[in-house]
């Protein structure tokens, strides 16, 4: 199977910043390409085939959802 890696556009970085409930945000980095997804997805399946531990823990992306939550919730929408 083919292992994927992420690559970063050259010269493309996203630059944020904003508040929420729980206080400032702000940050850059690079813009990764619209591949990224199978990118996890493939590396996950490996992890589970080679039962191995994946690259990035499951508390990390519940800290995205929340995030992400906070998002919506700062635009007064429902992510259901």
């Known amino acids: 199977m083919e292992n994927h890696q992420p690559r970063a556009h050259s010269n493309s970085i996203l630059k944020y910043e904003g508040k929420t409930e729980s206080g400032d945000l702000a940050g850059s980095g690079a ?43 700062a635009v007064g929408s429902s992510m259901a």
């Open 31 to 73: 813009v990764y390409d619209p591949d990224q997804f199978v990118t996890e997805v493939t590396h996950f399946a490996n992890c589970i085939l080679q039962n191995t531990e994946p690259a990035t823990p499951g508390e990390e992306g519940m800290k995205d959802l929340l995030s992400v939550e906070e998002i919506y919730k």
